[in-house]
């Protein structure tokens, strides 16, 4: 559940992590950026404070979600999560049907996809969010094997992407509540189906109990 913060705070903590310096709200007070742009945040009056945040909203979705879900203004309801996710692993998933794809097409594509796990587990924990993102984990499984046959040329590990996966699905699983048993069974089938070491169980591991030892040799796809 994410924590609720004062307006300007939340602005303060939300800015910093999109301009690669983030810094919570209850870090360190002597943290510099975060000094700033606290300082900055109080020159503003309420209504400017606003339409600054209004204005980035309408530019980045992530940050849109966000915004909303702490407004408690995105609900259940709001599929419009799943609908760009499950685009994504569509195009994913015939991305390297042609003959003209290239391995940057496999980087972006795989940087896409996690791009909209994040924007999906910005919104409310639900089952059909969980089994979409495992779909994406085993798209990107397939498409993770190009990246390593062309490892000298490639600007991005196959773990730079399968790491957000396998930690959304991780939080996804403990936001609903699921029984280790559950989620023992949904990472083996997932073992089972990746050719490659996509799924790091260590992830889950303190969400698996007892299951945690018995899983502790397939710590990879």
């Given at each position: 559940?994410?924590?609720?913060?004062?307006?300007?705070?939340?602005?303060?903590?939300?800015?910093?992590?999109?301009?690669?310096?983030?810094?919570?709200?209850?870090a360190a007070p002597g943290a510099p950026?975060?000094?700033?742009?606290?300082?900055?945040?109080?020159?503003?009056?309420?209504?400017?404070?606003?339409?600054?945040?209004?204005?980035?909203?309408?530019?980045?979705?992530?940050?849109?979600?966000?915004?909303?879900?702490?407004?408690?203004?995105?609900?259940?309801?709001?599929?419009?999560?799943?609908?760009?996710?499950?685009t994504a692993v569509r195009d994913a998933?015939?991305?390297?049907?042609?003959?003209?794809?290239?391995?940057?097409?496999?980087?972006?594509?795989?940087?896409?996809?996690?791009?909209?796990?994040?924007?999906?587990?910005?919104?409310p924990a639900t089952p059909a969010a969980?089994?979409?993102?495992?779909?994406?984990?085993?798209?990107?499984?397939?498409?993770?094997?190009?990246?390593?046959?062309?490892?000298?040329?490639?600007?991005?590990?196959?773990?730079?992407?399968?790491?957000?996966?396998?930690?959304?699905?991780?939080?996804?699983?403990?936001?609903?509540?699921?029984?280790?048993?559950?989620?023992?069974?949904?990472?083996?089938?997932?073992?089972?189906?990746?050719?490659?070491?996509?799924?790091?169980?260590?992830?889950?591991?303190?969400?698996?109990?007892?299951?945690?030892?018995?899983?502790?040799?397939?710590?990879?796809?």
């Amino acid at each position: 559940m994410r924590r609720i913060f004062p307006f300007r705070e939340w602005v303060i903590a939300e800015f910093s992590d999109f301009s690669g310096a983030a810094t919570p709200p209850d870090a360190a007070p002597g943290a510099p950026k975060h000094a700033r742009y606290l300082q900055a945040v109080q020159r503003l009056s309420p209504r400017q404070l606003a339409e600054l945040v209004a204005r980035h909203a309408a530019r980045d979705r992530l940050f849109a979600t966000l915004l909303l879900s702490e407004a408690g203004m995105l609900g259940a309801a709001d599929t419009s999560g799943l609908a760009d996710l499950r685009t994504a692993v569509r195009d994913a998933s015939t991305v390297t049907a042609g003959s003209k794809w290239q391995i940057s097409d496999v980087e972006t594509t795989g940087h896409r996809l996690a791009a909209e796990v994040e924007i999906l587990c910005a919104h409310p924990a639900t089952p059909a969010a969980l089994d979409l993102v495992e779909e994406a984990i085993l798209v990107w499984d397939d498409l993770s094997g190009h990246l390593r046959d062309a490892y000298d040329i490639t600007r991005t590990e196959p773990q730079e992407i399968a790491e957000p996966l396998v930690g959304a699905h991780r939080d996804l699983c403990e936001r609903l509540d699921l029984a280790s048993d559950e989620i023992a069974q949904r990472l083996y089938r997932l073992l089972a189906r990746c050719h490659y070491d996509t799924v790091d169980v260590d992830i889950h591991a303190d969400l698996l109990a007892e299951h945690a030892v018995g899983m502790a040799g397939t710590a990879g796809c």
